[in-house]
């Protein structure tokens, strides 16, 4: 109920702000929507539902159809699948680059059931373009996660200047407008977590990557809590220091000890293989352009610079009754724009 008035809320306030032409570089950002860092647990139960994972579409709409057409998923200009049968996820920075930012924003809050969505680093200067283009404020999104915390690398001073919008995120910010923009921060999340209840598998979907032990936590002691990440880790990172995780990068040069995050979770899996009661992780995730597609047992990079004329690929999971397993089909469509 309390959701309900604060969603009512919110939607009202964009309302008169976007009638009565409210000057929007004054918005104050209290009013924005906070961004969930993490989104309600996805429980999947019925061997039917299929879950398709998007890597980075950067505004590419022609291509994502084309993708949804492939798979059978669209047909006479419409989504022809239900949310209990598909569930599509957007890896981030789905925004920028491209010709149709805003066809990508409408495809996504016009099938809210079906496509959800984390937010990538494109996302997050989108936003700050609009809600800060002053830099006036250190921190200003809102993040929450179920303890409804900051976490605590968030409060770094210079943290933030990491991601300045530039002036693309502008463009799209306007293109958008704030009333869309809400909408998004509002339906994304920063990570996705798939409980897939058949096979005993979690699925993380995040943008840029999350490390062994993130967002666990089990009272019954199984896996143990490890850590909250920052918000920039699980958005714009692609190394950390190995001796010190907390430590993460965009460029291997700015981080002592730095390897791909990703080789974390094979060697984390090497020493600890999955035990009767623990679950079979695996994050999957976009950014990585530079990398190209990086299907890995654990982790499975999906950018494969459909933004320079690339391929857009997806990753779809579907239910073998007869082995209880999930079996994972790769499609790649070409991006001929360059
Ligand atoms: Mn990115």
């Given at each position: 109920m309390l959701m309900f008035i604060i969603t009512v809320s919110t939607v009202l306030y964009f309302i008169i702000v976007s009638v009565t032409g409210m000057d929007h570089s004054s918005l104050p950002f209290d009013h924005f929507p906070s961004i969930q860092t993490l989104s309600p647990t996805v429980k999947i139960t019925d061997p039917n539902q299929r879950l398709l994972f998007i890597g980075d579409v950067h505004g590419n709409y022609d291509e994502l159809i084309q993708l949804l057409k492939?798979?059978?998923?669209?047909?006479?200009g419409e989504l022809i699948t239900d949310?209990?049968?598909?569930?599509?996820?957007?890896?981030?920075?789905?925004?920028?680059?491209?010709?149709?930012s805003l066809k990508v924003?409408?495809?996504?809050?016009?099938?809210?059931?079906?496509?959800?969505?984390?937010?990538?680093?494109?996302e997050i200067m989108v936003l700050l373009s609009i809600l800060n283009p002053n830099h006036k404020f250190k921190i200003p999104l809102k993040f929450t996660t179920e303890r409804n915390f900051l976490?605590?690398?968030?409060?770094?001073?210079?943290y933030?200047?990491?991601?300045?919008?530039?002036?693309?995120?502008y463009k799209v910010a306007q293109e958008l407008g704030i009333l869309k923009l809400a909408q998004l921060a509002q339906h994304c999340s920063v990570v996705k977590k798939f409980d897939l209840k058949l096979s005993d598998d979690l699925i993380f979907g995040v943008h840029a990557g999350l490390l062994p032990g993130d967002f666990l936590l089990d009272k019954k002691?199984?896996?143990?809590?490890?850590?909250?990440?920052?918000?920039?880790?699980?958005?714009?990172?692609?190394?950390?220091?190995?001796?010190?995780?907390?430590?993460?990068?965009?460029d291997i040069d700015d981080v002592k000890h730095g390897i791909r995050w990703y080789k974390l979770w094979e060697e984390y899996y090497a020493e600890k293989p999955p035990g009767k009661n623990q679950k079979n992780i695996?994050?999957?995730?976009?950014?990585?352009?530079?990398?190209?597609?990086?299907?890995?047992?654990?982790?499975?990079?999906?950018?494969?610079?459909?933004?320079?004329?690339?391929?857009?690929?997806?990753?779809?999971?579907?239910?073998?009754?007869?082995?209880?397993?999930?079996?994972?089909?790769?499609?790649?469509?070409p991006c001929n724009r360059v």
């Open positions: 492939d798979h059978q998923y669209w047909k006479d949310p209990q049968t598909l569930q599509i996820t957007l890896l981030g920075d789905f925004l920028t680059k491209g010709p149709d924003a409408d495809f996504i809050l016009d099938h809210k059931e079906s496509v959800g969505c984390v937010l990538g680093n494109n976490p605590e690398n968030d409060k770094d001073d210079d933030w200047d990491v991601i300045k919008p530039r002036s693309k995120h002691g199984g896996d143990s809590f490890q850590r909250i990440p920052s918000i920039i880790s699980l958005v714009d990172m692609k190394y950390v220091n190995y001796k010190n995780w907390y430590e993460v990068s965009r695996t994050v999957i995730y976009g950014h990585d352009a530079h990398n190209g597609l990086t299907l890995h047992e654990h982790t499975k990079g999906l950018d494969s610079a459909c933004a320079k004329g690339g391929y857009l690929s997806s990753l779809e999971y579907e239910f073998d009754p007869e082995t209880s397993h999930y079996n994972t089909h790769l499609r790649q469509v």
